[in-house]
């Protein structure tokens, strides 16, 4: 729970008269007036949540996922800095495989820091571990197989088509995750998010347009990996919203081991063990230097999952999806600045259609969150009456 002093900091009146009420999601629920009795709350939650979680009919996801009630402010200030990190790391990445091109190697280098950095801030009592069930503990590692299976089949299908093709086919991701959620979750969008999700797609194709040749298993593994990546999402969503509950730096703490040790299985498989040796004492190319950048690496990656787990629960599955094309273009852009990378027409207008499709989309959601936090306002109203 925030204290009086943080839920100020975010712009939200702490009077007697207008006390935030706490959401399942953790979020507050704005402009809401706290009920005077214990029955009143009790009701209203009961209420809303049967609303949210109706398994025959289907719900609008910015409500079910909690989104819809965190402040636009807020949402943005996660999305920006989750920007900052993505980006940083992407392109801190480029210089990484130089000194050390091992990408499984890497990978658990990223779940080793996550390892370390949630203990230290476990020991600091920043948070505890939550109590969880058997089919919880189940479930998490379910998902840290996920997140390492969901990284492995992009490293392959890397190698199995072309850069350009390999661009275009994730950032269909969007589509995917409104698949999902339409055919497996009952969750249904407006109208508007769907048209705005199509300059957003479709730009990334133009941007990264290019040699599109593949085979059919390239394609066909490619593709796999952008329903992984939009499963990924949607699971890191619900496990903070609707499954375990517990909070962004919990879940990086309790799937990082098991992600750190498949990394390193994969990797044995790969050879990378072994060229990691030659790599090392028989050509010299791992000093101070490549150590120093390692571990600053590693610290990055392990600054952007906690601040992704956290903007995915704030923002909503679909929204990180949409952020993640939108960042693919603002690489492009960097690339362009430092590695003077040479684009046509056809990439500059894909770039073009994919910022004003993020910004669309982010317009939408800003006018579904206003619409969706009068819904609930509404009906928590209407249940204090009766």
């Not at 199995?160 to 995917?176: D, E």
């Amino acid at each position: 729970m925030m204290t009086a002093q943080e839920l100020n900091a975010n712009g939200l009146d702490m009077s007697p008269t207008a006390t935030p009420l706490q959401t399942r999601s953790g979020s507050p629920i704005l402009g809401m007036n706290m009920p005077h009795t214990t029955e009143q709350a009790g009701a209203i939650m009961a209420r809303i949540k049967s609303l949210v979680q109706r398994p025959k009919e289907s719900v609008a996801v910015n409500v079910v996922d909690g989104s819809a009630i965190v402040p636009n402010t807020v949402k943005l200030q996660y999305l920006v800095v989750y920007f900052a990190f993505n980006l940083g790391l992407t392109l801190f990445n480029k210089a990484v495989m130089i000194e050390f091109p091992f990408p499984f190697l890497l990978t658990a280098l990223h779940a080793g820091a996550g390892c370390i950095g949630t203990r230290i801030l476990q020991s600091s009592n920043y948070f505890k571990l939550s109590r969880l069930g058997p089919s919880d503990q189940l479930v998490l590692h379910v998902f840290s197989l996920l997140y390492t299976i969901n990284i492995a089949v992009s490293n392959m299908s890397l190698s199995m088509v072309t850069i350009a093709l390999h661009q275009v086919v994730r950032g269909s991701t969007p589509v995917f995750t409104v698949l999902i959620y339409r055919s497996f979750l009952r969750g249904t969008f407006c109208s508007s998010t769907y048209i705005s999700l199509i300059p957003v797609v479709v730009g990334v194709g133009l941007a990264t347009y290019g040699d599109y040749y593949t085979s059919i298993p390239g394609f066909l593994i490619t593709l796999l990996g952008a329903m992984l990546a939009a499963i990924k999402t949607i699971v890191t969503n619900r496990l903070q919203t609707s499954g375990t509950h517990i909070s962004a730096v919990e879940l990086l703490h309790r799937m990082s081991p098991l992600a750190f040790v498949q990394a390193l299985i994969i990797a044995s498989l790969h050879g990378e063990f072994s060229k990691l040796w030659d790599f090392t004492l028989v050509e010299h190319k791992i000093g101070s230097r490549a150590i120093i950048i390692l571990l600053l690496n590693g610290a990055i990656a392990l600054g952007l999952n906690i601040v992704s787990f956290s903007a995915n629960r704030k923002a909503g599955a679909l929204t990180m999806t949409v952020a993640a094309n939108v960042k693919q273009i603002l690489a492009v852009l960097l690339s362009i600045v430092f590695w003077h990378l040479k684009m046509g027409l056809t990439n500059a207008l894909g770039i073009l259609l994919t910022l004003i499709g993020g910004a669309w989309y982010a317009r939408v959601e800003m006018a579904s969150a206003i619409e969706a936090k009068g819904a609930v306002d509404l009906e928590s109203n209407e249940v204090m009456k009766t």
